[in-house]
Each structure stands twice: as structure tokens, then as C-alpha cells.
């Protein structure tokens, strides 16, 4: 139904979970990149000990917003001080609700005085345009959405190719493709390199939990700046690996990052109905899914803080005015705010869960590899005994750690190195399409910190990844 | 190095399978099509008990052959009978060295009396080409090769849409789409169907080991006919499952056809050195890859013939004379012919090697799932004892058996129920990317029927997967 509103759509369910949980949008893919280039182990191995090139390109929406007032608005939308927010820098931009419950997160760049892009997930840039729609801001805003998850063979066009090279070899990379050495950039700062006979932005990015550069220039430009990427691995002799889809999702295990929290919009009154019903109904926030083990009817459950996720520090105390600043007062040292943590999956609770394909009768979850979730935004409960103690909020393997790993949020007295238990899988048959029937399991999950990566954990001491 | 020949790159190499075994062209994929549409292991399990839709628009190459000579020339370059080849039916196209080894196969259409069009893998395509070139027939030959790989958001165009829909439940679907019954063709038989407007040519077929119907046109009217087929179910209230990249290679594992032998075109002297300076140094034949526990220089012992397929039933010995015609007389009966048979594979031993990729050290060559082929041609040695007695040429898991299974040949005295020794991952490293390092496996096989599945033993009795 063209335009129909999410507050139109969420009146034929009980309640938004309803809706969410019988999503048949599939699963959320990392789309229009090759599954595997070589294999995704390999693939892996790779970040670790070489070096990748990961595509960006496809699957993070954009939002470019530049006006006068382009600064002042975004400072009100998003949690961050914008103090220090400089030409040559990039920041973890955060928005939350009246209430203090993330929204989402987006990469921003100041591109100039008056313009800043933004990449990430899609309801960070829904929100942002919903605010610069109901107030009197002078911006403006211009949305090119991520790639089509199943493109069939149709040509897709984006606004900008988005490359990352990372891993111990990658500077090799950058030293070739630059023509000499590239200047040393602090951690999520922005300079200039050559590629080849372009000029192009770079930002110092570790996604995978080792230094490398994010690079980015018109989409027309992509094909040239790729084949130079991979010349230049094969003149310096560095084994690049190019990471499909399989193994791109997965990086993020090692690093730390959540990247698909519940966007806490779908309660509230006031500012919050008016968002829902300015919402179409064809938005991430509408068509996208939950999934796993913790069932709730009352969807804010699902949310998190950005205490919780670890965005604490970024948060511009001495700014007038933000949207949620009250809230956050409140909650900042609450007691009650959980923490992210890694959750080290047990060996051979995992193997007893694969066995069960191999049997009759109605299997166990199947475990993908190397990347199991099966929703937008999964929630999986983590049990002490019987209470739950927190939710694992993204899932995979790490042919690295040899580990299933996860990450999410648990109560602020679970103790690293505290053996829980996580339910894997879901209590009822659901419509996803993304799931197969199945029972669920016990798990037992040993807390681990995050980032998980000892390399990590070293390399970006600094960085959002690892503060809490 | 653009015209060079196939010969000219072999004599880089001790041997051709040097050559192949450090293949860099990766993963032989199903291109374009999405991974999954729901989930794989849901796609499997929908075209044994509800439906489901295989795009096979993009895997296969075609090739028109047509002129006053179209007949003569297709009945001396494949092994087939073509006495019955009305203009409403089709042929597993199959043809052989002089020396009688398998080149590959292709289903062919009769489209006029003077217009055949074949779909398949590469080598048969080639091979047909180069009977062409250098023979006297009045042919025109129009090739139209398989969709790249990893087309990276650009756009994909051919010659022809290609669908099929099998399963129980499909015939509501075409007696929807027909806008009444479907004419009661029997197998590989072709008629005309109604997709809502459109006339089309229709094949009754079967990959799954359900009855089905494969339907194609011009590439123009996909889309057209992709809505029709999914307004259908959604009508008729079927749950037709499209099947994404992941699951549909598997399904081949359940009715028990080989896709991927290995062309018989490396050795020889005469006509095959005569086609080797034909062949170009980007073909299949070329850039292909053999990967696999069964290592060998002489690449003649990776080769099959028509009998050890299954194919034995299709030769015309009535005609004057075809390629490889002596030497599959002298072939027929040999008691040096294997069989082609299921490798059902013992599940400790699966889950054995599994659970090594969550140990410290180096894996087994791990299995991936649903496909764990790395390899356009696999070979994977069969052992009784020490004593090899037969090679899995193509793997997988069938969600519907909770089982991996592959198909492959052993030696005649090898007897249904034997429990053998598939000996998985390959003894030293090579240059393929396909593969991560790995330690090799003894796993458990159980010799089973092919096909293997219950359903398409029954429904296909006449069909050449079954015959031997």
C-alpha cells in the first residue's frame, strides 16, 4: 500500500513484536558483493594476518545533510559533543529517543564547514530527516538507501563506492597505492591519499580489529580505484584477500561492535507517535525483524542505552540542548545499565546443536556459518540459572578464536569469566522465512570482555570499541 | 594474455593437473541468483513436501546450433540416439573423446527440424564449437555462456529466462498460472503452457526428484513471468519457496545426476592436441579446478565414461558413426566400468570434523554447508582398506535426509550397504583459493542407490538418473 504510515500498519497487531517477529523480509543481508572471493575462512585469516579489502559500497544507507545550520542540527539530533568535531575528523554519531534508548548509529563525516555524510543502518538517517522535517532547521538532506538485498541481475547505482583495507599488510597497500608514505592519521581522522592518479579521502578505521584506512569517491570511480587497490597487492607480494558477504558481518565479532540494536521507537508519546506516523510503512523500523530466544510483548525490553553499548563518553554534556539529554541525566550511572560484553560460546553445546541436523526428528536452531542470525535485531536470552541476566545481540563464528562468539548487554554484577547459559532459538513458530522449524537449545556461553580480540584490545586501547 | 591458447598455457605446467589443482578461479558458483531467499535449509526442505522455483536463468551456458545440417552434425558429436527426436522433446546431450570419456553433458531442445539449442556447463558448448570449426557441416552455432560469477552490481544480461517449479504441490501452481490443466506430458517431453499472457515452451522435468515443469523465453519477459509464477502461489495458497545459490547445487545430490565431471580432453594426440590449440586460455577447461583427496599426474584417471554415468542406455549404436563410437564398443560391458553411486556420509565422522574447527591447531578441511565442493571437478578418493576403489566427485547436505551426501563412481564389485572410507581434504597445500589449510579425514561412507532420495527413486524409474 503506497504511503501508508507505520502507525497505519502496526494497527492490524497486537503489539509491535507481533509485527517484528513475523517479518518475512528474510534474512539482513551484506548485499550485490560475491558471497566468498576465496573462502571465508580464509577471508578471516586474513584481517588477522595479512591483510582484506572489505566493499562497503552496498550495504550502509547515506545521508548527507549541509545547510547553515547544518552543525547546530545535528548536535540536537545526536548524542555527541560536537566540541572537537574538526574538518579532519569522523565520529560515532548516536542518536537517542526522548527517553535515552539508542535510535541507532552512523559514521559521520564533516566534508565541510556547512555539509557532513553519514553512513549506517537506516534508522539513524529516518530519524535525522524526521527532525530536520518537523523543525525549522536550514538543511538539507539528500538519502541514497543501501543496495538491494537480492539485486537478480538488475544494475545497481550508489552515490559513492566505499572501500577498507585492513590488517598487518595493509599499510604496504597504502604506501604503493599512495606513491610514498601515507601521513599518520589519528584513529578516526580524515586526510588525503593517492590512488593512483586520484585523490581521495581516507579515514584511520579498524574494523577488524587491526589499523588500516577507509577510502571513499564517487561510485563512477570504483572500478579504478580497485584495480589499482589489487595491483598494488600483487606488486608488494601482499596476499589481499577480497571479503565477500559470508565473512564481512563477522569482523565485527573480533572488534566489539553492535551494529543492529532495536531501534527504541515504537513507544513513546508525543514526538514519538508523530515519528511513527510520519514513518512509511515500507521503512527498516516497519519491515525489519526480531528474532531469537527472548519473547516480550513490551518491545522496549529489546532496547538498549548508549551507557549499555559502551557510547557513554561520547556524549556533549555541556551542549544547551540534545534530544534525550534529560533522559540520559537520569540513566547515567543508573544502576540498573547493563553492559556489553562478549559471550564465548561452549564448544560442545555448539556441536550438540549441529549434531541435531544430523538426526531425526526436529532439529536444534541451525547454527550458520559463519554467521547465524536470522533477524534485523536478534535478542537471545541470557540465563543465570533461571533469571535472565541479558541478551546477546549479534551472533557468528570466528575461524580466528576457533569460537562461536556473540555480543550484547548483561546485568552489571555478571562478571567476566562468569559461565551463563543462552537460549538459542525461538519458543513458537514464527512467519519468518529466515528460520526453518526447529527447538531450542541451552548453551552455556563464558563472558568474555569486548573487544574479544587480544589484537583488538590492544591496537584501539582509544577507540569507541573499547571504552565503556 | 588475450589469444592465447589453452596448449600455449599448458606448457607452464608439468602436467595439466597442476594446472588445475592450483586453480585461483575459486568457488564454482550459482551466479547472480540471491544466497536465499528464506533459508536454505527451508528451500530444501519445500521442494520435497510443498514447491519451490530454481531460477536457472544464469548458471548455464547455451548454445544455439541450427542450419540444414543441425541433425546430422549433433548426431556425430554426441553419443545420443537421435532416431526419436521429435520436435517436442528433449535429450540429455552427451558427448565423448575418441577415446570415450565423458566431455560433459547438456540438455538439448529441439526448437525446429533445422534448430537445436543446448544448456549446460562450458566443455560441451566448446567442444560442439570446435567440431564445428573444423568440420564441413552447414551449421551456425551462436553461444551465449553462463552469467559471470560475481557480477559485483552490474548488470546481467541473456539470451533467456529459465525457470523451473517442482514439487507436490506445483501442479496447483501451473494449472493457475495456465488458467486450466496442464497438458499430461511425459518426461523431458516439451509443450506450450499459458504464463498469464504469454505462450511458452514447457519441459516436463524433475531435478529434485519431484515432478516439475521448466519453463523458458526471452530474458526481456522474466520479470513478467516471475510475477505471474508468484501472484500463482499466493493465490492458490501453495508455499513455494524460491531457492537462492546456497541450497539449489544440493538438490542435484538427492536425484543423483553428476554436473561436474571432468572434461576427457586433456590427453590425446590427433583431434583432442588439435582442440587443446583451439581451446582458449580463459575456457572452462582452462581456468576450471580440480580439488580433492585423490591426486594424480596422470589426469586421464579423473576422467568417467558414459556407462560409469549412467548413460549407457542413451547410445545410438544404430547410427553410422559418432565421435568415440570404437571405443565405447569396445567399452560397453568392460569389466574395468564402475557405477555411479551415493556415498552416504557417517555422521560421527562429519561431526568429527566439524568440531575441529573449534579446536586449536589445523583443521580438517572444513565442511561448509549446505556445499562443500571447492572445486569446479572434485575427486575425492573412495578406499577399501588401503586399496582405492572408487572417487566422490560432487558433495553436499540434504536438510530432507539430515545427511551429507555425494555421488560419485566405484569399481563394479562394490556393493550397495559397503561401508567405505572417504578419504576428505587434499594431502598437500595448493594455490587454490577455494580452500583454507587443512589436515585430512577419514570419513565413514555407506554405499546408498542413486538417487538416493526415496521420492525420486519412485517418481523417475524411466528417467536416465536411474538407469545404469
Redesign the interface.
Known sequence: MAGESFSELLKGYANPVELLRNSKS??Y?YP???????????EQ?AWRHTAVLF?Q??HMDELIVEGPDAEAFLAYVGINAFGNFDLNRAKHFVPVTPAGDVIGDMIIFREREDKFVLVGRQPTANWTKFQAAIGKWKVRLTHDPR?D?????????RQHYRFQIQGPDANKIFEKINGGPVPDVPFFHVDWINVGSKKVQALRHGMAGAPGLEIWGPYSDKAYILSVILEAAKDTGVDLRRVG??AYSTNTLESGWIPSPLPGIYTGDGMMEEYRDWLGADAYEAVGSIGGSFVTDDISKYYVNPFELGYGFYIGWKKDDFIGKDALTKLKGAPTNRKKVTFEWN?ED??KV??S????GL?YK?I??PQPN?ASSSADMILQGDKMVGMSMFNG?S?NE???LSLGVVNADVKIGDVLTLKWGEPDDTQK????KHRQADIRVRIAPTPYAKEARENYADSWRTKS
Chains 1, 2 share one sequence.
Open positions: 528474510g534474512i543481508v550485490v558483493v560475491a558471497p566468498e572471493f576465496s573462502n571465508w575462512r580464509s585469516e566493499d559500497t552496498h543496495s538485498s537480492r539485486p537478480d541481475g538488475e544494475r545497481i547505482l558477504a559470508r564448544r555448539v556441536m549441529i549434531a541436523g544430523f538426526e531425526e532439529p541451525w550458520d556459518f536470522y563464528y575461524y576457533r569460537s562461536m522465512t529466515s528460520t526453518e
